[in-house]
C-alpha cells in the first residue's frame, strides 16, 4: 500500500477494503450473523451517539466491558468519531479503576452495571463525566442512546499520527502507564500481519481472546478487518465450545493455555483441525513440548510470534519457511530488532542483552509521562522493550525472559528461561516458573515452582536438582523447589512472577 495511506484514519482505510455489504463479519456461536453493511450502519450509529455525548476528537472513552460484538462497534465508532479507546482489563478492582479514571480523565466510561466504575459518578470529582452501560448481552443504557441514530456518520479526517487507542501496562514494576498508538501504528501493523500471515479472501478467523488487550483486538479483529473477512466471536475460550466452532474456520489466535487445553482434550482430534489454516500462539511463551505434540496430533506446526503492548507485533515465525520451537521468528518487514548491551553497544549473534525495536508500529510514549517516554527510547528511536534475548545465525529472535525477571545470584546473571526449559523437560513436570527472591549471601537466589502430572502427587526435589547439575552450571540451580496445584497466570497466560516474587521473599529469611 501507498505511503501516504498511513496519514489518513484508521477507520477510513479498513473501509476501503470492505468487502460486499452482505459478506459477513461476525457470527456468534447462536450463529447471529453480523454483514459488514451492518458493521458500517451500526459503528456510524455508536458514533453519533458519543457525538451526542459530546465527544469530541482527542477525548477519551473508558470502557470496561465483557466481550461482545458492540464493543466492537464501540472501538471503531472512536475510531470515526477521532476519540481515544481507553480499554480496560475486566478484573480490575475498584481502587485499580480509580487510579485509570483519574489517570486518562474520560469523558466518557462504558461499563457492565455491575463494574466498580458505577460508583465513581458520586465519588470522583469529574462533574462532566458521563457513565453508561453496556453488558455482554449488548443491552445497556449505551444501546438506549444508539437506538434512532443515523446510520451514516462522517468520519473524523484524522491523520495517521493522531492518538487512537490508550493501552495500559501491566504495572508489574509500578503505576500502570498509558501506551498512546496511532492510527498509523494501528494501520501499518494490521496489514503487516494480513500480508505475512498469507490471510484469504475466504479466511474465517476462530476469536476466542478478549478485546481489551492488544493480542485480542489489535492482531485479530484489526487483521480481519484489514483483509475484510469474518470471525466467529466467543466470548471467551471455551474448549468445547472451540472444538465445536473449528470446523467452520480456518485459522485461530490463542495463549499457550489455549493449545494445551486443546491437547488435554480426548474430543481434539486430527478431523476436527483439518479444516484449518494457521494456528497462531503469543502473549507468553509457547514450551516447544507442546509445540511438538500439537504437530504430532493435527500436523500442524504452531506459528508463535512476539509483541507487546507497546508496539503491536514485532517478529514472527514464517508462514513459508522454518518455525523454529522456542523462537518468536525473524523481525515482521519494515521492523527492525537488535539486541544491545547495557551501554546499549550492538552484541553479535548468539549473545545475549536487552532486546531493542523501530519501526511504524512503535508507540507514540506513554500518556502524561514524557519523562519516562524519553527515557524508554534511545536517541535513534529504538525502543527499549524490557526484555532479554538473543538473535541466531538465521536472525531469529530467541527472548529468555524480562530484565525485571532476571535473577543476579553472587554477581552472575541467571535466565529463568534457560531454567524453566530443563525442568519443563524433565519427566513428571507439567511446567514451572523460576523467581529470584532475596537472600543474605548471593543477594538472590533461585527458587523454582512446579506442577506434576496426574501420574505424580509431588516430584521430589532432590530428582530436580540432580538432573540440573547436569546441565546447568552451578550458580543456576535453584537453592530451593516447590511443588504447587497451579502457577498463578494473568488473562492473557503471562505467570505472575511479581506475585510470586512477593509471596516467596522471606524464605531465606533467618
Known sequence: MAEDIWDENLYKIFEKGFPTNDKTFIETPEEKIISYGELKKTSAMFANALTDLGVVQGDRVLV?????PEVVFLYLACLRAGAIFVPLNTAYTKSELEYFIKDSEPKVVVCDQLSPLMDFSSEIDFPDLKILTLDSSGNGSLMMLVEGQLVTFNTVNSGGAAIACILYTSGTTGRPKGAMLSHSNLGTNAYTLKESWGFMPDDVLLHTLPVFHAHGLFVAVNTVLANGTGMIFLPKFDVKEVIRLMPKSTLMMGVPTFYTR???DPQFTTHIAKHMRLFISGSAPLLADTHAEFYKLTGHKILERYGMTE????????L??????????????????????NDDKLLGLNETGDIQVRGPNVFNGYWKKPDKTSEEFCEDYFFRTGDIGYLDDKEYLFIVGRAKDLIISGGYNVYPKEIESCIDELEGIVESAVIGVPHNDFGEAVVALITCDDSKTKVLDEYIIRSLKKTLASYKIPKAVFTVQEIPRNVMGKVEKSNLRELYKDIFKV
Open 64 to 68: 470496561q466491558a465483557n466481550k461482545s
Open 311 to 318: 508496539t503491536a507485533m514485532n517478529t514472527s515465525n514464517p
Open 320 to 341: 513459508d519457511g522454518e518455525r523454529v520451537p522456542g523462537s518468536v521468528g525473524p523481525a515482521l518487514p519494515g521492523i527492525e530488532i537488535r539486541v544491545v548491551d
Open 262 to 264: 486443546l491437547l488435554a
